[in-house]
């Protein structure tokens, strides 16, 4: 069964950090370029951040110089580190992984798996 599992997500102050980690089962994540999405209520779904099967990567301005994303090939996990966390960053948070090479956090469609998301939330 082809599956991509998130962990990581949890309450956090703002300031503080969090790692989710992306983790594939049934296929190689080498072979995908991989997306991290987020929804918060009552709003769609955006690209955060996302990383080719090349290893480039692109970030929305948003959250530029506070997320970094990397993968793990050997592990076949892909990992967010989200730094200077702010209240607006409270979502959803969501990996997918597309056949393209070259990633995109716009074309959703192109993505051909989802995990199931995991909730991170930023608050005093």
């Known amino acids: 069964q082809l599956q991509l599992v998130e962990s990581g997500g949890g309450l956090v102050q703002p300031g503080g950090s969090l790692r989710l980690s992306c983790a594939a089962s049934?296929?190689?994540?080498?072979?995908?370029?991989i997306g991290w999405f987020r929804q918060a209520p009552g709003k769609e779904r955006e690209g955060v951040s996302c990383?080719?099967?090349?290893?480039?990567?692109n970030y929305a301005d948003s959250v530029k110089g506070r997320f970094t994303i990397s993968r793990d090939n050997a592990k076949n996990t892909v990992y967010v580190q989200m730094n200077s966390l702010k209240p607006e960053d409270t979502a959803v948070y969501y990996c997918?992984?597309?056949?393209?090479?070259?990633?995109?956090?716009?074309?959703?469609?192109?993505?051909?798996?989802w995990g199931q998301g995991t909730q991170v939330t930023v608050s005093l």
């Open positions: 990383i080719s099967r090349g290893g480039g990567t």
């Open positions: 049934g296929f190689t994540l080498d072979y995908y370029a």
């Open positions: 997918a992984a597309s056949r393209n090479y070259y990633c995109s956090r716009y074309a959703i469609q192109e993505y051909d798996y």
